[in-house]
């Protein structure tokens, strides 16, 4: 048997006790952690790479503002809708109250919703793009989001410009109840009306898209497309598990697993997404 | 008789009532006096009790296990009822069930959840959560209600669509979203009624239409109380507040203007006297459809996407 080894030294203070503060950290903004194969990508090589990575393509979650820059001609493009603001109706509190949370969501990032409707060009075909910013209280689906989806097409269809949504969200925003609960009704009426001008609606889902956005619109588009391995479902998978108490398989709920079960018209990677709309856009213009 | 929980001081005098009918039997002394005053004294608890129903007490009426649900609604409302079933592409959901009858004269296509009344059969129901097919079968039968223009009454009971894997597999948020946009520009009068419980998608997969309806003692939100909880506190055990949080409850939502009207239950609930709810609910319909019917169908629709267009709180700010 071995003997216990003797330390060299003695600690004399238990615990760690440097602050947070003070810890020796890379500096944020140089290196990236890739969430999909974990190897550290220079933050300037994943930028150029339209935030996927170079190794194995897991696509990063970008902002709404990210999207207009890889989509419109000269990354022009004119916003609308801005002056929509949340209102906490119900006074709904849970650990937090809802006017705090749109009021921290504002602060904490430069948007004021979950969702910026621009119009610009892709590839010479003016179209109206709504996409949802993950950062803004999950990209739920609320009361301002209804009403600039609403609004949105309403401008589509007086343009008779093609109509795209980027859904990147976690659902239907609680803290608004019945209310948020009826954007679902709200759009999907809208979307009909949509349907009658025989305007294009062409529906991207990235990751995440789930709950009552994938029970809605993101799934009523006449081409739904997604970026690559996009978690996209109805019930979240930790629902799903602790339903069905079993584990779920590698890949469910997958863009590629949506694509195989007939939900998706096609896969279409973040690097050719321009051209890709630019190609269908065309072709239904013909 | 199963009680619920606030229901103890009405359990409570059921208890006495049926002391007293032993002693009688035991001594052949007459109780009839005592007893009528007990029966009065319920009737009296029960009026006070359910005047003043909190939300987590209207939601567990709601849940009440011996509640009427839609097979009992099509069948009492309606002559000549006939079941329809299965979507055509895939199997028969026993979630949802629907099929014409003859309702005063008019034949109506019902649609609803269907739960079970005793551990067999709510297995045999899936709780009264539908798989995509469910809604895919209630699509089926609104366009042939639709082909032959008779108006449609969906009954609204359900905790949910079905979070499982082969529901996912099948596309359960496609199978809701393809109900929404399709109920929407549907040419018959489509009437929904929330009879029991109104959970998230899984409800207002059948629950688009020109006007919506709830009984006294239901709720309709985009979450259960208890996945809000599990989501917003991490704990079921705040589901109470939950439930008062998300302000589920008809006389809430009648407020907000999100529904249309509340149809009134018996005292006690709906379970208590289902054959009188099921005569308050005739009535209803029938009013509501002769409304709806005088109705031109363009209009009807375009209705229906100013109603929904209009929902929503948010301010304007300058910018």
């Known amino acids: ?286 | 008789m199963i009680f619920l929980e606030f229901e103890k001081p009405i359990e409570d005098l059921y208890a006495q009532i049926e002391e007293l009918r032993q002693m009688e039997q035991k001594t052949g002394m007459t109780m009839a006096d005592k007893i009528e005053r007990l029966e009065h004294k319920i009737k009296d608890t029960r009026e006070e009790l359910y005047s003043k129903l909190t939300t987590w007490q209207r939601i567990q009426v709601s849940r009440h296990p011996e509640r009427p649900y839609t097979q009992f609604y099509s069948n009492y409302l309606c002559n000549d009822f006939v079941e329809l079933y299965g979507d055509r592409t895939f199997r028969d959901d026993k979630a949802i069930i629907g099929g014409f009858g003859d309702l005063n004269g008019q034949t109506v296509m019902f649609i609803g959840h269907q739960k079970g009344h005793n551990t067999k059969m709510r297995q045999y129901r899936n709780f009264g959560m539908p798989y995509p097919e469910g809604y895919r079968k209630a699509l089926r039968l609104m366009k042939l209600a639709e082909k032959f223009n008779k108006p449609i009454v969906t009954l609204i009971d359900t905790p949910g669509a079905y979070p499982g894997e082969d529901a996912e597999q099948r596309g359960q948020g496609e199978a809701i979203a393809r109900n929404l946009i399709e109920m929407v520009s549907l040419k018959v009068p489509v009437l929904c009624i929330v009879i029991g419980e109104g959970a998230s998608g899984g409800a207002l997969g059948i629950g688009i239409g020109d006007k919506l309806l709830m009984l006294e003692n239901t709720w309709f939100s985009v979450i259960s109380p208890e996945s809000c909880a599990s989501i917003l506190w991490r704990s079921w055990d705040f589901k109470e507040k939950a439930a008062v949080a998300l302000q589920p409850t008809p006389q809430e939502l009648l407020k907000y203007g999100i529904i249309d009207e509340i149809v009134k239950e018996p005292i006690g609930g709906a379970h208590l006297q289902p054959e009188e709810m099921a005569k308050t609910l005739k009535k209803t319909i029938i009013k509501h459809l002769a409304e709806l019917t005088k109705i031109d169908p363009q209009t009807r629709i375009e209705n229906r996407i100013k109603k929904y267009s209009a929902i929503g709180q948010f301010e304007t700010v300058n910018v």
Request: glycine share 6%; charged share 30%; net charge neutral.
């Open chain 1, 1 to 286: 048997m071995q003997e216990p080894r003797k330390p060299w030294w003695k600690r004399l203070r238990k615990g760690v006790d440097t602050s947070t503060e003070e810890k020796l950290e890379t500096p944020d903004g140089i290196w990236h952690k890739c969430n999909g194969c974990k190897k550290a990508l220079l933050v300037t090589q994943l930028r150029d790479n339209l935030h996927t990575c170079p190794h194995c393509n897991y696509h990063e979650k970008i902002d709404a503002e990210d999207y207009f820059d890889i989509l419109f001609d000269d990354k022009k493009c004119e916003e609308h809708f801005t002056e929509l603001r949340s209102k906490d109706i119900l006074h709904f509190v849970d650990t937090k109250s809802y006017e705090k949370r749109i009021n921290d969501a504002i602060e904490n990032t430069d948007l004021k919703e979950a969702m910026r409707v621009m119009v610009g060009a892709i590839g010479g075909n003016t179209t109206v793009v709504a996409a949802m910013d993950f950062r803004f209280i999950g990209g739920s689906l609320g009361s301002v989001m209804g009403e600039k989806i609403s609004r949105a097409i309403d401008l589509a269809i007086e343009r008779k410009a093609p109509f795209l949504i980027i859904s990147k969200s976690g659902g239907a925003r609680m803290q608004e109840s019945a209310f948020s609960l009826m954007q679902m009704a709200k759009t999907s009426a809208k979307l009909h009306q949509l349907a009658e001008a025989k305007v294009p609606y062409i529906s991207l889902l990235t990751n995440p898209t789930t709950g009552g956005v994938s029970a809605s619109f993101a799934m009523l588009g006449d081409l739904n497309i997604a970026e690559p391995g996009a978690l996209i479902g109805f019930a979240g998978p930790r629902v799903i598990e602790e339903t069905t108490k079993r584990k779920l398989p590698e890949g469910f709920q997958t863009a590629e697993f949506q694509l195989e079960n007939g939900f998706l018209d096609f896969i279409v990677d973040r690097k050719e997404l321009k051209e890709k709309l630019t190609k269908v856009l065309n072709l239904l213009k013909k």
